[in-house]
């Protein structure tokens, strides 16, 4: 897997100027309260965004209004009226497949999670729908661009990954195998697995998702899905599967090279969804002091949690201020945030459990996270 791989590719002036301008897909649920802060991001520090498509449900349009508004960003809905020169546009999920909506989805027997996905890569088939780049940019609804972030080297290959593309524990045979047999039942793809792509964003080429599907139309897409067994669907990663798939078959349209360490670290800022809506001076001082403290710099932070408002939490502070003050001020980098956490536990209750952040092996969850952070740290870059 270590072995380098002949590299084709367009290189001309007007194929790398093309490249460097791409939209943006965000599908999108009205529970991420985050949404504002993830354009706002976007539009700030993501370099070539020209357009940022959220998809949705036609009746969350009012909502996404109101989300973009605290923002002081304007929403237009697809296909707009005038001439196409805004920043954000919405799309009503429901329109955008010929044929198939959420509710045809869920009456086949698949998961919600499985529309997001469906979203991500659908797009790729109707690219006339929203006019799209050859090149789009998906980026998942809780994801915070809080520095300056390219996606493009100046030779025109794709930036891919970000400190967390290593082996989650280092090694073959670990948490990454999971999606193995998913990923050879649906593509033929037969590797290591010792690459985790599942970072919550990458750049997709609209050829390089139909070369991987080998199919038609996004009716053929979910008919594809339904073929691996129902309790392997939480195995199917978009992200995972497109990354090993570009990898692996390297054509002039997946030219692409390993984002450098010190350029990609990313942050899972434990900050709940709650705090962004109740609490915005507060979240607005967490990633102020995110940018301002951690070296080398985040290039983007993560807002997973959706549920456990700040009285369940049970690791100490108790406002969103003090959180921010006890433990993002006093640490430089993701590895020391969770050695904080640790520092910051509460004593076992009667049956020696230790409950943190709606775990009951938070102990040894954070103990296994501070082994990850190391060994990533200390990692050989295997792919040039």
Not at 347 to 364: C, F, H, M, Y
């Amino acid at each position: 897997s270590g072995q380098a791989i002949p590299i084709l590719y367009n290189n001309t002036p007007q194929a790398r100027s093309n490249k460097m301008r791409f939209d943006v897909v965000i599908p999108w649920h009205p529970k991420d309260l985050s949404l504002g802060y993830c354009i706002a991001g976007i539009k700030q520090h993501v370099k070539g965004a020209k357009r940022v498509f959220v998809i949705c449900a036609s009746s969350a349009f009012p909502n996404l209004d109101d989300i973009c508004a605290t923002k002081s960003l304007t929403v237009e809905q697809w296909p707009p009226n005038n001439a196409a020169d805004g920043f954000v546009y919405s799309v009503d999920e429901d329109a955008l497949f010929p044929g198939l909506t959420i509710a045809d989805l869920f009456a086949r027997g698949l998961p919600g999670w499985c529309w997001q996905q469906i979203l991500k890569l659908g797009v790729a088939f109707v690219p006339q729908k929203l006019d799209l780049s050859p090149y789009y940019l998906v980026v998942d609804s809780d994801v915070i661009f809080i520095k300056d972030t390219e996606f493009f080297t100046p030779d025109g290959a794709v930036l891919m990954g970000n400190h967390a593309w290593r082996a989650h524990d280092g090694k073959p045979g670990g948490r990454m195998d999971k999606y193995a047999p998913v990923m050879k039942s649906l593509f033929g793809l037969e590797d290591d697995y010792m690459f985790c792509w599942i970072v919550h964003h990458m750049m997709f080429n609209v050829a390089t998702v139909k070369d991987m599907w080998k199919i038609e139309t996004v009716k053929d897409y979910v008919n594809k899905v339904q073929t691996i067994k129902k309790e392997q669907w939480e195995q199917f990663s978009e992200y995972q599967c497109y990354g090993h798939f570009q990898r692996l078959n390297r054509t002039e349209n997946t030219h692409w090279k390993l984002r450098d360490n010190s350029e990609s670290i990313f942050l899972d800022t434990r900050w709940h969804m709650s705090w962004i809506k109740d609490h915005p001076e507060e979240t607005d001082h967490l990633l102020t002091t995110i940018q301002n403290s951690f070296n080398p710099p985040v290039y983007m932070c993560a807002c997973h949690h959706h549920t456990n408002p700040m009285e369940r939490t049970n690791l100490g502070p108790t406002t969103p201020r003090l959180w921010v003050d006890e433990l993002y001020a006093k640490v430089k980098n993701p590895r020391q945030v969770i050695e904080r956490m640790y520092q910051l536990l509460p004593e076992p209750d009667e049956d020696g459990n230790i409950s943190v952040l709606g775990r009951t092996d938070a102990k040894s969850f954070l103990e296994a996270h501070m082994k990850i952070q190391e060994e990533w740290a200390h990692w050989p870059s295997l792919l040039k």
